[in-house]
């Protein structure tokens, strides 16, 4: 802990900016210095005389560039943020200053926000933060802004600089006060979660803001305000992802969820005349799924200043929580439950588009004979493909493996299980092969060449963008048959009848019955629906490829989604990273990207086509 802001302390810091560095320096009674790189503006808070504000002084703290002081420390105050200007205008050619303060408690017509600024300069600066403020949605409150003189700022005995000064060296002193709505009028406590709210909107204005000063004011051109983020992420940040990931590598949530005696089940269902559901057993349980929440909610994520890291971290340890919850209650009532929060149900108007599938193709594909591809070749096809992709980025560590307690195929931490009766017909192998490889483990080795971990892990609500980009891939390479979309709709339609409460042997009879379905097929897709107690997953291929559609539909690209395992609305998210360097280049790209024959299918789902059109 320093004793005080002298000289040489100034000029460290000053020399740090100089050469570009980042200052990470404590200051007196537990006020902070924190730029994390040379950057055109500073936000401020002094902590009032007597009355530390702790609340009120967060807000700063998701910036890239802010002091936390107090006002006893004015006068060396002065000093450093005199110099920090001086250096900083003198690189960019300007330099910003907002100092954000509480507002007084007891005028209750206090605006949410007062802006504070010149009356007659700089109005597209002043005018952008109105704007973004009263922009701002938060549930509950009335987001009202004021504009008022700056005079109290330049004037009052605790200003940083006079008017004069700031003109001279083209400098910008704003003030922001805030309505002190986070906080219990009666005990002071912040309200946590309104708090953190504000925080994240308020940042996100500033540096709007900043962006529109550097872009008027000065000869530097930021990409994008997003740009103005911090790039630096500190070690608790990369301790939080590592403790998440090791929680996450404990166990295979989709393993232990699939039975392990899908053959005798078949018989036992088969021999019982299709009467009486049969007895799935599954993996023994490698967890405590108690003790592994205890760890999961010890992880102190509240420490994290960076909103959007926090953010992501959050959402994260809820989806494991769910996981979690489910493997405690597999095999009872409760997983469905808990799967519909996690993975979502059927709403109508997937259902409609569902039976509208079968309905236009109501009888499956008669094959007397079908050239069924031996597992040991198949396995072979998809070496070749894993290959394909380690010769674009020698981190690709994956292969192959084929076993008798798995069904069908499966992903798993990077590596592809295959089943040893797996019957996979010869014209869909390679479609299966880039739903598995081309997408599957692709953005696995995408997410892990990434510093942030839960790329590859994978965020909450992945499986619906992913599912939907890998059998979207089995289209472009012209895998995707009638009897392909059959079964992706058929599994729609038993998830919607699990959810109502049918049985194992209704959804069943349903398939074979209404839709046709060959009793073995039938029996797979209600195994998949109804396996751990009911897994609502498999409504997520159908309704990822719906929303993907759409997405390319509005102009969008398909290869940022596949830095990782994302859901959709974490475009945005990845792409701040991106701007703000924390992100790295995609180092993988699946071969229909790469193939000049499959442009056209591109460019035509940019046009816009419907699901039917697939076909």
Known sequence: MIESITYKFISKITRSLKRGKQVHRRLPQGGLVYIDRPLPFLVLFRHPAGKPDHATADFVKANASYIISHEEQTPQLQELVRAIAGEMADQFGAFMILEIMAAPSDNLDTPMFRVLGPEKQLPATISTLTKELESLKISGLRTNVETASNKELLENPQRLMPEEELKKNSYLMLGLQLKTVYCDSQTGRPYPLLLRTIREKLSNAIKKTVFNFVSVQTPHKPIHFQALGRQAVNRVVWRIDKQLTSISDQFRFLLLVTPVNKNEAWAEFR????????????????????????????????????????????????????????????????????????????????????????????????????????????????????????????????????????????????????????????????????????????????????????????????????????????????????????????????????????????????????????????????????????????????????????????GHELEPLLIGKIRQDYIPIVQELIYRNVLRPVPLKPRYLLDPAIKPKLEQLKAGISVFNLL
């Open 271 to 554: 021999d019982a005349k299709f009467r009486e559901a049969p007895t799935f057993h599954y993996r023994l349980m490698p967890i405590d799924a108690d003790q592994l929440k205890r760890k999961l909610y010890n992880i102190p994520i509240e420490k994290i200043d960076d909103p959007t890291l926090a953010y992501l971290f959050r959402d994260k340890r809820h989806e494991l929580d769910k996981m979690l919850t489910m493997l405690a209650d597999r095999n009872t009532p409760d997983f469905m439950y808990s799967s519909m929060q996690l993975f979502g149900g059927v709403d109508d108007q997937l259902l409609k588009l569902a039976e509208g599938i079968l309905a236009a193709i109501p009888e499956p594909t008669r094959d007397e004979d079908p050239d069924i591809i031996p597992v040991p070749e198949f396995a072979e096809l998809a070496e070749q493909e894993i290959a394909f992709l380690k010769e674009q980025h020698a981190g690709v560590d994956s292969g192959v493996d084929v076993r008798d307690d798995i069904v069908g195929l499966i992903v798993s931490k990077g590596r592809l299980n295959v089943g040893t009766d797996a019957k996979i017909p010869r014209h869909r192998a390679q479609a299966l092969i880039q739903h598995e490889v081309g997408t599957h483990i692709l953005t696995y080795f995408n997410g892990k060449a990434q510093p942030l971990q839960q790329l590859y892990v994978g965020s909450p609500g992945y499986e619906e963008l992913q599912e939907g980009l890998a059998v979207l891939s089995e289209y472009l390479v012209g895998g995707l048959d009638q009897d392909r979309l059959r079964v992706l709709a058929a599994r729609v339609v038993v998830v919607y009848h699990m959810t109502k409460g049918c049985s194992f042997t209704d959804n069943f009879w349903r398939l074979k019955a209404d839709y046709h379905f060959e009793d073995e097929i039938a029996f797979d897709i209600t195994m998949r629906v109804h396996r751990g107690g009911g897994l609502t997953k498999d409504a997520v291929y159908l309704r990822g490829l719906v929303h993907l559609l759409e997405y390319l539909k509005q």
